[in-house]
């Protein structure tokens, strides 16, 4: 925001409550001041109020240090290019603008995708831009391309630019029409609780929870980034914010930095899987999927959960072995007082739930929790706004915005092509048939293509592409539509923290100071688990709640054993035994993955002779310890 300053600042501040108004009126239905848009119109407005400040937040180059020409022009094509369509917005449908226009709007179109295309670059990376622009311009070529599974209609430049720009499948579909209608409020309620000291909060209650354990200021790390996360629903965010407290502290308590900067990379990557926000994944999905969001929310906290017991057995794992003691009390906040500094915070996550759950209004919801901690923060001293404090909060909140709909815009272009071509219905008929209907086959061709698109898309793009080509394929094979999708969104998560490209643990290794390879493969290696996961989800639906209480409640079950043995052997220490032997280790390892099949006498066997060969290994090391001791007294 350095760039933002002066009357620009002024315009972002004006385009961000402008824009935040289109979004209460629209999802309250309020019709202030008579004004109730169309749907496609409450969209191209919402461009106008966001996308366009985004050519003035983020730089063309690094090097741009103060807006330049380049971006006002860019900024000034934008407003009046979605103004335009925007008050066209009636003619378009009922002319069908979408597939022949008159010449203005057409020339808007064609800006209008160039635009989208570069704010994609300048948000999302060469690579985004590249993937998404390549895709833009498929139809042009789809009839023509040698692979006859991606053959499909093909379409002229101008009829293509038009359904792009003002069909509801392309820039305009399901994913920008989901974040206008339910992400914006909470994307807002996460700067607020952001800004008015939510963050300190919860790093703060990590502390006073966590703190006095054994490796305690890595527990604080898992704790407060998985809390954070939760908000923000960005590794990368994530890092930068809570690592700079988090890995100093590790480093400090004796945790070397490669093992710091691992543990915030692989805890804050939790945040991208982790209800409610996910990133925004959550919400598309429940678009994709046709269920409440509530229903999403609930699905995923279970493996999620899961995700973060495993990081948290293997980092008191290491503290048990390194002998790494706790944070002294006397240096920790006191839980209570904790609570009663930062109930402020916990309300309005209450109320947040409370309307989820009774009102069942997911949109209206975010407000609701806003409007009540921005009335608490007045209302103490210690929290209350300046008028300045007041300003960067809501070009904060422009800057979050700007870039998840500038994102959200440019990946929609993904979502038209497959869509205008049909080759998104073609693709995923022919992923089943290469499969033969075997699960096992399709579930790690889908793992490998969703591990690579991470590599250079991030987590919503990643999972908006294949949720159009893979997700349907695995619900052709019959597995749960939710299990398909959150299995999707797992593996395109695995990249952050996973080498060659491991964005969240390069950051953190900046932050750290540490080797950036090493600091990845450590990731990996905490992370691991999030690899066995997605299968657990799709070959134990019941692990989402999909089946009776009782399918549900044994599958939480397995899982949660199994995932216990893989970061047990992982981490290489076992809690009331300790450090395991490799023998030990692949036994719990193989016996951790048996806990992915969904039969109860099996997974109880397994367990059951894990359990007799964990008592045999433990009983002789207790007898070869007791001689030991006998040996030193007699001598």
Request: with cysteine; glycine share 8%.
């Amino acid at each position: 925001m350095n760039r933002i300053h002066g009357p620009w600042k002024v315009i972002v501040i004006i385009a961000t409550l402008l824009g935040v108004f289109l979004s209460v009126n629209h999802v309250f239905y309020l019709r202030l001041f008579g004004f109730a848009p169309l749907q496609n119109e409450y969209l191209y407005y919402l461009l106008a109020a966001f996308m366009s400040i985004s050519f003035l937040v983020l730089p063309a180059k690094k090097t741009d240090t103060s807006i330049r020409y380049y971006d006002v022009i860019a900024f000034a094509l934008t407003l009046v290019a979605t103004m335009f369509l925007g008050l066209n917005s009636e003619r378009i449908i009922l002319e069908g603008w979408d597939w022949v226009a008159p010449v203005l709007p057409t020339v808007a179109a064609v800006v209008l995708w160039a635009l989208v295309l570069e704010i994609l670059r300048r948000a999302g990376g060469k690579i985004l831009f590249a993937i998404c622009g390549l895709i833009s311009v498929y139809p042009l070529f789809a009839n023509v391309i040698p692979v006859y599974f991606l053959q499909g209609h093909s379409f002229d430049f101008i009829t293509l630019a038009n359904n792009h720009i003002m069909s509801t499948n392309s820039v305009l579909g399901v994913p920008l029409d989901t974040v206008g209608t339910l992400v914006v409020g909470f994307l807002v309620f996460g700067v607020i609780l952001t800004h008015t000291g939510g963050g300190a909060f919860f790093f703060k209650l990590a502390q006073s929870v966590f703190g006095s354990q054994r490796g305690g200021e890595a527990k604080v790390s898992v704790a407060g980034s998985a809390f954070f996360g939760m908000l923000s629903g960005s590794a990368i965010s994530n890092v930068v914010t809570t690592g700079q407290m988090t890995i100093p502290a590790m480093k400090k308590s004796g945790y070397d930095s490669e093992y710091a900067a691992a543990v915030e990379a692989t805890s804050s990557t939790g945040g991208t899987i982790a209800p409610p926000i996910m990133g925004s994944a959550a919400f598309i999905m429940a678009s994709f999927v046709g269920v409440a969001y509530l229903e999403i929310v609930v699905a995923a906290a279970i493996p999620a959960a899961l995700y973060f017991i495993a990081v948290f057995l293997q980092v008191d794992g290491y503290a048990a072995k390194h002998d790494l003691r706790g944070i002294p009390k006397r240096e920790l906040p006191p839980l209570l007082k904790t609570l009663s500094e930062g109930w402020i915070y916990l309300a309005s996550m209450v109320a947040l739930i409370l309307v989820l759950v009774f009102i069942q209004s997911e949109g209206q919801a975010p407000y609701y929790a806003s409007a009540l901690i921005l009335i608490l923060a007045m209302l103490r001293k210690s929290t209350r706004f300046s008028f300045k404090k007041l300003g960067d909060m809501i070009a904060d909140t422009g800057k979050v915005l700007g870039e998840i709909i500038s994102l959200i815009a440019g990946v929609g272009l993904i979502v038209g092509a497959f869509s205008a071509t049909g080759v998104s219905f073609s693709f995923s008929r022919e992923l089943v048939m290469m499969a033969g209907d075997n699960l096992l086959l399709l579930l790690i061709a889908g793992a490998i293509t969703s591990f690579i698109l991470g590599m250079g898309m991030t987590v919503s793009a990643s999972y908006i592409f294949l949720a159009i080509v893979l997700a349907p394929a695995l619900v052709g094979v019959g597995v749960d539509p939710i299990a398909a999708h959150l299995f999707v969104l797992y593996w395109a998560t695995a990249s952050y923290i996973t080498p060659p490209v491991a964005l969240a643990a390069f950051t953190a290794s900046g932050i750290a100071n540490s080797n950036p390879l090493r600091t990845s493969i450590v990731s990996t290696k905490l992370g691991i688990v999030t690899f066995f996961i997605p299968f657990f989800i799709v070959y134990q639906p019941a692990l989402i709640w999909s089946g009776t209480m009782t399918e549900s409640l044994l599958s939480i079950g397995t899982a949660s054993v199994g995932v216990f043995l893989i970061g047990s052997a992982l981490q290489g220490y076992l809690i009331g035994y300790g450090s395991m032997t490799m023998i030990h280790r692949a036994l719990f390892s193989i016996g951790g993955i048996t806990m992915l099949v969904p039969n109860i006498a099996v997974n109880i066997a397994v367990v059951s002779l894990l359990i007799i060969f964990y008592f045999i290994t433990y009983s002789r090391k207790k007898l070869l310890k007791d001689n030991a001791t006998e040996e030193n007294v007699s001598q």
